[in-house]
């Protein structure tokens, strides 16, 4: 049962005052309109942090222009700006949703720098979160992935945070009727081509049995504390197994560790070298599960991954570079590890 503490906009906020600029995502849906009358309330009771409010046009639906036009006449009457988005080019044949995903936060991130908004806020709630770690677990995703949706995260295009992950989407639209907010209904989120549609529809059956919004939480927070502990151990493999040639690791300093902890850092050091972690993790899995092998015959390894190529010398010596093929146009390494380790970019 919620209190009225639960939606209190200090106790949602806590922890982004300092921010010197905060860039609101609002679609025209009760989520994103509550994080906007939220975060209004939270800057107006004394935050002071600047709010900005952007919509993404995909263009995917004749009226998205509209209501996109329509969320900017909603912002101005609260007193914030707004900018609409739109994703250009040629749109995809298949995996529009996945494509459309990558665009959005493509363009939130690159607005989000040319403003002076040092994070992007999302409406994610609980429910989301709910759904995230069912997709993640049918699709075998790692423990990181099954750790949910993080408050605060950072991802290679910028920082995202989310406000409302605690609060179940009912308390969202309930919030926006009592403030007379209007708000539009995604046909996408009952389409049944879509797998979150899908797994929204077993919602009712799934919690049933069990797999509660509250006990999904309480997994994946125990997921994560797990995913901290592996995440420490393994940068602080990474710091002993550093020589000094950039990109050569010393595999002997830290023999016996365990393969959950190698894993990670093999993915941090291929980060390093190619801009991120390689996408798939069970081919991750394999290369490390090899180079332990290899490192305890005394053998020579050779193997590419994720646009490096890796070489493990009889001494235990691991050299990476980034493939020749691959040099041009090498991105920034995001400060956490995403894919199957942090989770993909939100939908």
């Excluded at 009457?77 to 949703?97: F, K, N």
């Excluded at 709630?125 to 993640?136: F, G």
């Excluded at 046909?187 to 979150?196: V, Y």
């Excluded at 995440?231 to 040639?245: H, K």
Aim: net charge positive; with cysteine.
């Amino acid at each position: 049962m919620l209190t009225p503490d639960d939606l209190d906009p200090g106790r949602l906020f806590a922890g982004f005052e300092k921010l010197s600029g905060l860039l609101i995502a609002v679609s025209g849906g009760p989520d994103s309109l509550a994080l906007t009358r939220l975060a209004w309330r939270w800057r107006d009771a004394g935050a002071g942090v600047a709010l900005h409010i952007a919509t993404v046009d995909h263009g995917l639906r004749p009226d998205s222009r509209a209501e996109a036009e329509q969320v900017g006449r909603w912002a101005r009457g609260l007193g914030l700006d707004h900018a609409i988005l739109p994703w250009r080019g040629e749109r995809p044949r298949t995996g529009v949703q996945e494509k459309a995903r990558a665009a959005r936060y493509a363009l939130l991130f690159d607005h989000a720098r040319a403003i002076g908004a040092v994070a992007v806020a999302t409406a994610h709630h609980a429910d989301d979160q709910w759904e995230t770690i069912l997709i993640r677990l049918a699709r075998g995703s790692g423990i990181s992935g099954l750790s949910g949706m993080a408050r605060d995260q950072m991802f290679a295009g910028g920082r995202l945070v989310r406000p409302l992950l605690g609060l179940p989407k009912q308390a969202l639209i309930d919030f926006c009727r009592r403030e007379g907010q209007d708000f539009f209904d995604d046909p996408a989120n009952s389409n049944p081509l879509f797998a979150r549609a899908r797994w929204r529809a077993l919602g009712p059956a799934l919690q049933g049995l069990g797999l509660t919004a509250d006990r999904l939480t309480t997994f994946a927070g125990r997921a994560r504390k797990a995913e901290e502990a592996i995440e420490a151990a393994a940068r602080g493999f990474l710091a002993g197994a550093a020589t000094l040639e950039p990109d050569v690791y010393d595999l002997r300093q830290n023999e016996g560790a365990p393969l959950a902890v190698f894993e990670r850092f093999l993915a941090l050091a291929l980060a390093r070298v190619a801009g991120a972690p390689p996408a798939r993790l069970e081919r991750l899995e394999a290369l490390a599960k090899n180079l332990q092998m290899a490192r305890q015959n005394g053998e020579i390894l050779r193997a590419t991954l994720g646009g490096c190529a890796a070489r493990l010398d009889a001494r235990g010596l691991l050299t990476l570079r980034r493939e020749k093929a691959r040099r041009r146009g090498l991105s920034v390494a995001s400060a956490s590890i995403t894919g199957d380790f942090g989770g993909p970019l939100p939908d």
